[in-house]
C-alpha cells in the first residue's frame, strides 16, 4: 500500500482532523500569480474563432452508445484549437455579481479583480499550464509554446521540433493516437500556485483542476465532432526537462495528442530526417537524436516566500512512482462505480435532453451561484435527469477510459425542492434511468451542518448532488499515480455538471468543504470504498439579480 492511500485517507478526514500544517494561515499579499509569466518571450495573439459555427453542447453532455463523444473525430486546425483554449481556460469577463462568497468586498478593486474562465478551477486559482508541443505538421514554427491565458496568445518559449521525444517519453506501448502525430498539449501544475491556500490539501485540489479542463476538452471537442484523448502514463521527468521545468514545483499531469488537419504523422522509427514520403512530402523523424534540448525561460515567481509542503512532495513522489508503467488493459475495471442493487423504493426520471445550445455559450454563463438559489422555483425531473446523465457519462477518455464503456463515479442526490420527487437522499441509476431511495425524509439540514463556508445555503437548493469514487480500489489497480485519475473524474464530472446547468439556465456550484466521513456515515458507504470527493447544488436563481456585465470575448 503506496502513500497514496495514506494521503486520500487524510482527504476523507480532514473534516475532523485537519490536514498539517494544522496552524497554517495563508500570505495573501503575497501570493502568486494565476499564471506564469516569463519574461523576454514575445506573445503571438491567437484568433479568438468567433467566425466557427455554433456547435451544440448536448452532443458532448449526452455522448453516443458507449459513452465515446466523437467515436469518427475531425482533425484540429489553428481556428479550432485556439478557440478550445479560449473557451476553456481564457479570460471570458470579469466577476462582479452580487454574491454570498467571501471575496466579494474585494471584487470592484482592480487588483483583486476575479476572471470569469469556462472551466471551474478550486479556488479560482487555476495552476494548470498549458504548452503546445508543435511539430512540422502544424502551422506555427516547430517548438514548445505556453499559452498565456491573460492575453489569449502564445509565448515561445524553445525552437525546434520536440515531438519525437515527447512520443518516446509516452513510450511504445501509448495508444496509438499518440504516436501518430506530431502535435501535443502538455499539462502541467505549479503546485505553489493551490498550495498558498490549500497547503497540504493542494495536490488533491490540483488533481481536481486538471480533471475540470480535461472535462471541457471533451465536451468542447464533441461539439466540433473533434476528441480529445489524455495520456497520464509517460517519462514524467523527462519532459519536466525538456519544459525546463523543476518536478518537486510543477509536475506534468497529462498530454492530450491533437489530430492535425493534414497529414501529422511521424515517420517509422528508422526513417531518416531528410526522408520522403512515397509523394514527395517530407515526413518527420521519430527518433531523437542527441541529448534533449530544454527550454530556458523560466517562470518569474511572484511571491517572495515560496513554501514547499512535505505532503506535497510526498505525494509528487509517490505519483512518479512507475509513472511511465502503463496499466495493462482492463486494470481499472475492479474499480469501477458499483451497479445500484435491483428494488426497493424507485422512482423513475424523464428521458434527458438538452436544449441546442452553444457550447461557446454554454461555457460563457458558467459560474458559482454562492447564495443565489431560490426554493421558490423547484428543479423539475426532467433538468435533473439531463444533469444526472451527464454527469454519469463522464469520463476522461484517453488511456483512462479507452473504450468508453469505464464508469468511474457513483452520483447520490439529497433532494430538497423537486417537483414530484419527496425529499430524501437517492442514489442515481444511470442503466435504468432511475433514482433509488436511500434515506427518506428532508435531508437540508444535515446538508447545511456538514459544510464549512457560509456562501452557500444548501438547503434552498432543489437538490445537491455527490459524487463518489472508489480511490482506494483505484490505487490497489494502478498504484499512487492513479489518486490523479481518480480525483480528476470527479473534477470532470464537477465540470460536466456545470455546463449541464449552463444549458438548462440553473444555477449551480460545486464545493470541497465539507466533512466527508459524515456523508459516508449518511450514505452507509463505509463497507463499499467509495469517498464523496464533492458537494454540487443546483438549483433556479433569484430573479433580476445585481450584477454588472463585464465581457471581453
Same mark, same amino acid.
Given at each position: 500500500?503506496?502513500?497514496?492511500?495514506?494521503?486520500?485517507?487524510?482527504?476523507?478526514?480532514?473534516?475532523?482532523?485537519?490536514?498539517?500544517?494544522?496552524?497554517?494561515?495563508?500570505?495573501?499579499?503575497?501570493?502568486?500569480?494565476?499564471?506564469?509569466?516569463?519574461?523576454?518571450?514575445?506573445?503571438?495573439? =491567437?484568433?479568438?474563432?468567433?467566425? =466557427?459555427?455554433?456547435?451544440?453542447?448536448?452532443?458532448?453532455?449526452?455522448? /453516443?452508445?458507449?459513452?465515446? @463523444?466523437?467515436?469518427?473525430?475531425?482533425?484540429?486546425?489553428?481556428?479550432?484549437?485556439?478557440?478550445?483554449?479560449?473557451?476553456?481556460? /481564457?479570460?471570458?469577463?470579469?466577476?462582479?455579481?452580487?454574491?454570498?462568497?467571501?471575496?466579494?468586498?474585494?471584487? @470592484?478593486?482592480?487588483?483583486?479583480?476575479?476572471?470569469?474562465?469556462?472551466?471551474?478551477?478550486?479556488?479560482? =486559482?487555476?495552476?494548470?499550464?498549458?504548452?503546445?508541443?508543435?511539430?512540422?505538421?502544424?502551422?506555427?514554427?516547430?517548438?514548445?509554446?505556453?499559452?498565456?491565458?491573460?492575453?489569449?496568445?502564445?509565448?515561445?518559449?524553445?525552437?525546434?521540433?520536440?515531438?519525437?521525444? %515527447?512520443?518516446?517519453?509516452?513510450?511504445?506501448? #501509448? &495508444?496509438?493516437?499518440?504516436?501518430?502525430?506530431?502535435?501535443?498539449?502538455?499539462?502541467?501544475?505549479?503546485?505553489?500556485?493551490?498550495?498558498?491556500?490549500?497547503?497540504?490539501?493542494?495536490?488533491?485540489?490540483?488533481?481536481?483542476?486538471?480533471?475540470?479542463?480535461?472535462?471541457?476538452?471533451?465536451?468542447?471537442?464533441?461539439?466540433?465532432?473533434?476528441?480529445?484523448?489524455?495520456?497520464?502514463?509517460?517519462?514524467?521527468?523527462?519532459?519536466?526537462?525538456?519544459?525546463?521545468?523543476?518536478?518537486?514545483?510543477?509536475?506534468?499531469?497529462?498530454?492530450?495528442?491533437?489530430?492535425?488537419?493534414?497529414?501529422?504523422? &511521424?515517420?517509422?522509427?528508422?526513417?531518416?530526417?531528410?526522408?520522403?514520403?512515397?509523394?514527395?512530402?517530407?515526413?518527420?523523424?521519430?527518433?531523437?537524436?542527441?541529448?534533449?534540448?530544454?527550454?530556458?525561460?523560466?517562470?518569474?515567481?511572484?511571491?517572495?516566500?515560496?513554501?514547499?509542503?512535505?505532503?506535497?512532495?510526498?505525494?509528487?513522489?509517490?505519483?512518479?512512482?512507475?509513472?511511465?508503467?502503463?496499466?495493462?488493459?482492463?486494470?481499472?475495471?475492479?474499480?469501477?462505480?458499483?451497479?445500484?442493487?435491483?428494488?426497493?423504493?424507485?422512482?423513475?426520471?424523464? #428521458?434527458?435532453?438538452?436544449?441546442?445550445?452553444?457550447?461557446?455559450?454554454?461555457?460563457?454563463?458558467?459560474?458559482?451561484?454562492?447564495?443565489?438559489?431560490?426554493?421558490?422555483?423547484?428543479?423539475? &425531473?426532467?433538468?435533473?435527469?439531463?444533469?444526472?446523465?451527464?454527469?454519469?457519462?463522464?469520463?476522461?477518455?484517453?488511456?483512462?477510459?479507452?473504450?468508453?464503456?469505464?464508469?468511474?463515479?457513483?452520483?447520490?442526490?439529497?433532494?430538497?425542492?423537486?417537483?414530484?420527487?419527496? &425529499?430524501?437522499?437517492?442514489?442515481?441509476?444511470?442503466?435504468?434511468?432511475?433514482?433509488?431511495?436511500?434515506?427518506?425524509?428532508?435531508?437540508?439540514?444535515? %446538508?447545511?451542518?456538514?459544510?464549512?463556508?457560509?456562501?452557500?445555503?444548501?438547503?434552498?437548493?432543489?437538490?445537491?448532488?455527490?459524487?463518489?469514487?472508489?480511490?482506494?480500489?483505484?490505487?490497489?489497480?494502478?498504484?499512487?499515480?492513479?489518486?490523479?485519475?481518480?480525483?480528476?473524474?470527479?473534477?470532470? %464530472?464537477?465540470?460536466?455538471?456545470?455546463?449541464?446547468?449552463?444549458?438548462?439556465?440553473?444555477?449551480?456550484?460545486?464545493?470541497?468543504?465539507?466533512?466527508?466521513?459524515?456523508?459516508?456515515?449518511?450514505?452507509?458507504?463505509?463497507?463499499?470504498?467509495?469517498?464523496?470527493?464533492?458537494?454540487? @447544488?443546483?438549483?433556479?436563481?433569484?430573479?433580476?439579480?445585481?450584477?454588472?456585465?463585464?465581457?471581453?470575448?
Amino acid at each position: 500500500m503506496g502513500y497514496a492511500h495514506e494521503y486520500a485517507d487524510a482527504v476523507l478526514r480532514r473534516g475532523r482532523v485537519p490536514m498539517e500544517p494544522a496552524d497554517f494561515v495563508p500570505d495573501w499579499p503575497d501570493g502568486p500569480r494565476r499564471g506564469k509569466f516569463h519574461p523576454g518571450t514575445e506573445c503571438y495573439a =491567437l484568433p479568438d474563432g468567433d467566425d =466557427l459555427p455554433d456547435a451544440p453542447a448536448r452532443a458532448g453532455l449526452l455522448p /453516443g452508445p458507449g459513452g465515446t @463523444p466523437g467515436a469518427a473525430p475531425g482533425a484540429f486546425t489553428l481556428p479550432l484549437l485556439s478557440a478550445m483554449l479560449k473557451d476553456s481556460y /481564457g479570460l471570458t469577463g470579469r466577476r462582479l455579481g452580487i454574491q454570498a462568497n467571501s471575496d466579494l468586498s474585494g471584487l @470592484p478593486s482592480y487588483p483583486h479583480a476575479n476572471w470569469s474562465r469556462g472551466t471551474a478551477g478550486g479556488g479560482g =486559482l487555476y495552476p494548470v499550464g498549458v504548452h503546445w508541443a508543435c511539430g512540422p505538421s502544424g502551422p506555427l514554427t516547430p517548438g514548445i509554446h505556453y499559452y498565456d491565458v491573460q492575453h489569449h496568445g502564445l509565448r515561445r518559449l524553445l525552437t525546434g521540433d520536440v515531438t519525437a521525444r %515527447v512520443r518516446e517519453a509516452l513510450g511504445p506501448d #501509448a &495508444p496509438a493516437e499518440a504516436l501518430e502525430t506530431d502535435q501535443y498539449l502538455i499539462l502541467t501544475v505549479k503546485y505553489w500556485q493551490t498550495a498558498f491556500k490549500y497547503n497540504s490539501f493542494g495536490y488533491h485540489v490540483v488533481c481536481t483542476d486538471v480533471g475540470t479542463l480535461l472535462g471541457t476538452w471533451r465536451i468542447w471537442a464533441a461539439a466540433h465532432g473533434l476528441r480529445t484523448a489524455p495520456v497520464l502514463w509517460f517519462d514524467e521527468p523527462r519532459l519536466n526537462g525538456l519544459l525546463g521545468t523543476v518536478g518537486e514545483e510543477e509536475g506534468v499531469f497529462a498530454v492530450v495528442p491533437l489530430r492535425w488537419a493534414g497529414d501529422a504523422r &511521424p515517420a517509422d522509427a528508422g526513417d531518416a530526417a531528410s526522408a520522403s514520403e512515397s509523394d514527395g512530402s517530407p515526413t518527420r523523424t521519430a527518433v531523437a537524436v542527441g541529448p534533449d534540448p530544454s527550454v530556458r525561460h523560466r517562470d518569474a515567481e511572484r511571491s517572495r516566500t515560496v513554501i514547499a509542503f512535505p505532503t506535497v512532495l510526498a505525494m509528487h513522489a509517490a505519483a512518479l512512482t512507475g509513472a511511465a508503467d502503463r496499466p495493462a488493459p482492463g486494470a481499472l475495471a475492479l474499480s469501477a462505480a458499483r451497479p445500484v442493487p435491483a428494488g426497493g423504493t424507485r422512482i423513475a426520471l424523464p #428521458a434527458p435532453d438538452f436544449p441546442e445550445t452553444p457550447v461557446r455559450r454554454v461555457l460563457r454563463t458558467r459560474r458559482s451561484s454562492f447564495g443565489r438559489f431560490d426554493p421558490a422555483v423547484p428543479v423539475t &425531473p426532467g433538468q435533473l435527469s439531463s444533469v444526472l446523465a451527464a454527469c454519469a457519462a463522464t469520463s476522461l477518455g484517453g488511456e483512462a477510459d479507452p473504450d468508453g464503456t469505464l464508469r468511474q463515479v457513483r452520483l447520490y442526490a439529497f433532494v430538497h425542492h423537486v417537483e414530484g420527487i419527496a &425529499p430524501g437522499a437517492y442514489v442515481y441509476d444511470p442503466d435504468a434511468g432511475e433514482l433509488a431511495l436511500v434515506v427518506p425524509g428532508p435531508q437540508g439540514a444535515f %446538508v447545511q451542518e456538514n459544510y464549512f463556508l457560509a456562501n452557500y445555503n444548501l438547503e434552498r437548493a432543489g437538490v445537491v448532488l455527490v459524487p463518489t469514487v472508489c480511490t482506494g480500489a483505484v490505487l490497489d489497480a494502478v498504484g499512487d499515480r492513479g489518486y490523479r485519475l481518480a480525483v480528476g473524474a470527479a473534477g470532470a %464530472v464537477a465540470q460536466t455538471f456545470y455546463l449541464a446547468a449552463s444549458a438548462l439556465s440553473l444555477g449551480a456550484g460545486v464545493a470541497l468543504g465539507f466533512d466527508n466521513v459524515s456523508f459516508v456515515e449518511r450514505l452507509g458507504l463505509e463497507d463499499t470504498g467509495e469517498a464523496p470527493l464533492l458537494i454540487m @447544488p443546483l438549483g433556479n436563481e433569484r430573479p433580476d439579480p445585481a450584477d454588472f456585465r463585464h465581457e471581453i470575448a
